[in-house]
């Protein structure tokens, strides 16, 4: 295959993932009002694997963009959107090419639900709705949605590791 119709597919399928996700995100997640949980990091490991961590970043970022402009669940914060776009990028940095080991499964969890997820969204969450209750949203949502989404994360992304390589052969066909 061509390098321009490699990029062409690329850009492609991040286009119809960054769409997928959003639809996850905003119609088919279980949301009240400082708690989600839902399945839209799915596309994004897919993109992660087979387009690498700027897709990854690209398709998510756009994805919550879109999604809080089109459909808003409350005030917009563009913390969020940053947020997102650096999942994106962290998925992409370790799922993107080479061997999958549980450390490659393990860091990006840790970091997307715990560092990412957990601090800096429960950071705009309390900016958004009270800046008086930080420990308050973080405790509610460490016990609730990360104590659901770090296993889900860990036992997802292998599995979706292994449908990307498959998709990435037929690319290259």
Request: aromatic residues 14%; proline residues 5%; glycine residues 8%.
């Amino acid at each position: 295959m061509r390098k321009s119709q490699r990029r062409l597919l690329e850009l492609i399928l991040t286009a119809v993932m960054a769409a997928l996700c959003m639809v996850l995100d905003r119609f088919a997640s279980f949301q009240v009002i400082n708690l989600k949980i839902g399945l839209a990091f799915v596309p994004v490991v897919l993109v992660a694997v087979l387009c690498g961590p700027i897709h990854a970043a690209v398709c998510w970022a756009i994805a919550d963009l879109v999604g809080a402009l089109c459909f808003p669940f409350g005030p917009y914060h563009p913390g969020f959107t940053v947020v997102a776009g650096l999942m994106g990028a962290v998925y992409g940095l370790f799922l993107y090419r080479g061997k999958l080991t549980w450390w490659k499964v393990l860091i990006p969890a840790v970091v997307n639900c715990l560092v990412l997820g957990l601090f800096l969204n429960t950071l705009w969450i309390s900016q958004l709705y009270s800046s008086k209750t930080y420990w308050g949203f973080f405790i509610s949502r460490l016990s609730t949605e990360y104590s659901i989404l770090f296993p889900l994360n860990l036992i997802l992304i292998p599995a979706i590791h292994r449908l990307g390589l498959f998709l990435r052969g037929r690319m290259e066909q």
